[in-house]
């Protein structure tokens, strides 16, 4: 719509707007109340049932349990017991473990600081039981070695005095969690069936016995037993026992014990043999740092492993632990969401980065392997190389913090005239990128027999 040259209509418009914009109410800015900012910080900690039994069984592990007994009724949403033999919690403290961001797993050195690079458990941020208090009905009863037991109540954020407690263990904790998101209705109505939650329930209880096998757990489901683990001894032989116990015995009787270390990165875990294949990637688990990780790059590496053993419907079956120092301070300094996040992003960046005909495998930590095909000579895979290092480097915003990895690229080619076979080239890649990493960090080297480059 054309108003002519001389905007003549302009006046009359802004003064329409304005009587409109004078009717609106002018909503000033305030704080929220305490019990609401509970209830949405609650969001991004307890997403669903599973969610809530992860806490609190991390809970009892940092606190030392040797046994743990998980109860879970109507998918987790009617009722939650999670029973363990750790150190517990004593009378005073109880009020402080249900205020927001208090924690024991934090050391304050004696200037007043503290090392959130250096964290040895699996959570720190002190929101689990908070979180969980703020939208259903919780008491944890508890009892110290050598005290006596107590409990507290917290129902929809509000919380109760202390008091003594019946408790039936020498010392340990009792939690139990009721009516899940009744103080957030509308949660409910994202929840699954109560069969798919239990089934949540299950995995989330598979995943931490298969990454504790020294913790004896037992899981009953709507009064159900479902699992029960007795505690193996930790080492070698006990995960193997424990992962059996999971997966079945025919796993245990066909995996390969792995356990190498690399540039201070730990890679270790059993994997099946190629004999032992399935129809899906159900039996595949990693871990990082302890943690359970649904990663798209890792679980492309472990069957790039396979490839040239596997037909392609075929699927590896295999427990891979992995320990990643960089990854480990972004990790715990974050939390779960901005370590996946992170190794999400930066894989599907550098998977952009490149041909379908080509192939790039993370190895661990700030480690890449790129093999490059159908390239008319070397200088065509500059471009690429550029694209892949950039990529990598590209911060990751988390909530306003910027989070970054440099990379490590080492590169080899597949030539028209090339009858090097997959192995050789991971091998001279391999070497290219220890290249790299001599040359400093966000750096790439590509095989010295076929060129003196790097950059």
Do not use: W
């Amino acid at each position: 719509m054309s108003m002519g040259g001389d905007y003549q209509g302009l006046p009359s418009y802004n003064a329409r707007m304005s009587a409109v914009v004078d009717t609106l109410p002018r909503r000033p800015i305030r704080e929220l109340p305490d019990e609401l900012v509970s209830q949405i910080a609650a969001g991004e900690v307890v997403e669903r049932p599973s969610s809530a039994i992860k806490e609190l069984v991390e809970n009892a592990i940092d606190a030392g349990a040797r046994r743990i007994e998980i109860q879970a009724d109507g998918g987790g949403l009617s009722r939650i017991l999670v029973v363990d033999d750790g150190r517990g919690i004593g009378p005073d403290e109880l009020p402080l473990a249900v205020e927001r961001h208090a924690t024991s797993k934090l050391e304050v050195d004696d200037a007043g600081d503290v090392d959130l690079l250096n964290i040895h458990t699996l959570g720190f941020r002190g929101e689990a039981l908070p979180s969980i208090g703020s939208v259903a009905r919780l008491t944890i009863s508890s009892r110290t070695i050598g005290g006596d037991a107590h409990a507290i109540d917290v129902q929809g954020g509000a919380v109760s005095t202390v008091r003594p407690a019946a408790f039936a263990g020498a010392h340990g904790a009792r939690v139990e969690v009721r009516d899940l998101f009744f103080a957030t209705p509308a949660r409910l109505k994202f929840m699954k069936s109560e069969r798919a939650e239990s089934m949540a329930i299950s995995e989330e209880i598979k995943r931490q016995a298969m990454a504790h096998e020294d913790v004896a757990f037992v899981l009953t489901l709507d009064g159900r037993p479902v699992l029960r683990l007795e505690a193996e001894h930790a080492g070698d032989e006990g995960r193997l026992r424990r992962l059996a116990a999971i997966l079945g015995e025919a796993f245990g009787e066909n995996a390969l014990l792995i356990d190498q270390t690399r540039d201070g990165h730990r890679l270790s875990g059993y994997a099946g043999l190629p004999t032992y294949s399935r129809g899906n990637a159900a039996h595949q688990y990693l871990f990082v740092n302890g943690r359970p990780v649904r990663d798209r790059l890792l679980q492309g590496a472990l069957r790039g492993a396979y490839a040239d053993f596997l037909a392609r419907d075929r699927h590896p079956a295999a427990v891979l632990f992995i320990d990643l120092d960089r990854f480990k301070s972004v990790n715990d300094t974050y939390g779960h969401a901005a370590g996946d996040l992170l190794l999400v992003t930066v894989a599907e960046r550098m998977k952009h980065c490149l041909r379908e005909s080509d192939t790039i495998a993370r190895l661990g930590g700030d480690e890449f392997v790129a093999i490059l095909t159908e390239l008319p000579d070397m200088a065509a895979s500059t471009p690429l190389i550029d694209r892949l290092l950039a990529a990598a480097a590209e911060p990751v915003d988390y909530q306003g913090a910027a989070l970054q990895v440099s990379s490590s690229i080492g590169v080899t080619f597949h030539l028209p005239d090339d009858d090097s076979d997959a192995d050789l080239l991971l091998r001279q890649a391999d070497q290219a990128m220890y290249q790299a990493k001599l040359a400093g960090k966000n750096r790439y080297y590509v095989f010295a027999s076929r060129a003196a480059c790097a950059g």
